[in-house]
């Protein structure tokens, strides 16, 4: 089992850059799939990025395609979510989670509370 926890949120202008992380505060990351998602006001929960057990393999919605990138440092038990080009769409509460399965297709069963970030046009 592990307890996530989401960092690095904020407010930000459109065009700029920003780094989450999602560290395991019980728990060792390195066996899990790791995922991100985001969830905007008035709108159903959505799949943003995705990486395999060892970072070999990830997926990514097409919306943040060649935007975002989903890293991850085991040595270090963090997955991080690296944000360029912030659109004011890209505004949402951002969430980890964890998959038992190390490869797609995952299954998502841990999640943490969430880090908001809002960008300004």
């Known amino acids: 089992q592990v307890q996530l926890v989401e960092s690095g949120g904020g407010l930000v202008q459109a065009g700029v850059s920003l780094r989450l992380s999602c560290a395991a505060s019980?728990?060792?990351?390195?066996?899990?799939?790791m995922g991100w998602f985001r969830q905007a006001p008035g709108k159903e929960r959505e799949f943003v990025a995705a990486?395999?057990?060892?970072?070999?393999?990830?997926d990514y919605a097409d919306s943040v395609k060649g935007r975002f990138t989903i890293s991850r440092d085991n040595a270090k038990n963090t997955v991080y979510l690296h944000l360029n080009s912030l659109k004011a769409e890209d505004t949402a509460v951002y969430y980890c989670?964890?998959?038992?399965?190390?490869?797609?297709?995952?299954?998502?069963?841990?999640w943490g509370q969430g880090t908001q970030v809002t960008v300004s046009s």
């Open positions: 019980v728990g060792t990351l390195s066996t899990y799939g």
């Open positions: 990486s395999s057990w060892s970072g070999d393999s990830t």
């Open positions: 989670a964890a998959s038992r399965k190390r490869l797609s297709p995952y299954e998502f069963h841990y």
